[in-house]
């Protein structure tokens, strides 16, 4: 059983950045793939970007691409996303995830993600 908490989101000018951070118990994050998910108000969760369980693998969204940057702690059990240049089309509920059988193939597909977090809130104003 794994248990994410993530933090870090609030309102920010479009143009500005936040950092999220997700922690998570467990001694067996190090050998996790995590994700990072969004969901805005009356549409789908959307796949934003995942990384393996060395940190050695990054996958991202188009949209999100040059913009954001997903990397892990796991000494800290951690996984954050950097995200720059926050457009006002970016506010949302940010999730993590973790898929302890996590492949390349599957990094963008919510469904092969066994654990999440509760969300953090990101709004971006004009």
């Known amino acids: 059983q794994v248990q994410l908490v993530e933090s870090g989101g609030g309102l920010v000018q479009a143009g500005g950045s936040l950092r999220l951070s997700c922690a998570a118990s467990g001694r067996t994050f190090s050998s996790y793939g995590m994700g990072w998910f969004r969901q805005a108000p009356g549409k789908e969760r959307e796949f934003v970007a995942a990384?393996?369980?060395?940190?050695?693998?990054?996958y991202y969204a188009d949209s999100m691409k040059g913009r954001f940057t997903i990397s892990r702690d796991n000494a800290k059990n951690t996984v954050y996303l950097q995200m720059n240049s926050l457009k006002p089309e970016d506010p949302a509920v940010y999730y993590c995830?973790?898929?302890?059988?996590?492949?390349?193939?599957?990094?963008?597909?919510?469904?092969?993600?066994?654990?999440w977090g509760q969300g953090t809130q990101v709004t971006v104003s004009s």
């Open positions: 990384i393996n369980w060395s940190g050695g693998n990054t």
């Open positions: 995830a973790a898929d302890p059988t996590f492949r390349t193939l599957n990094a963008a597909n919510p469904l092969k993600y066994d654990y």
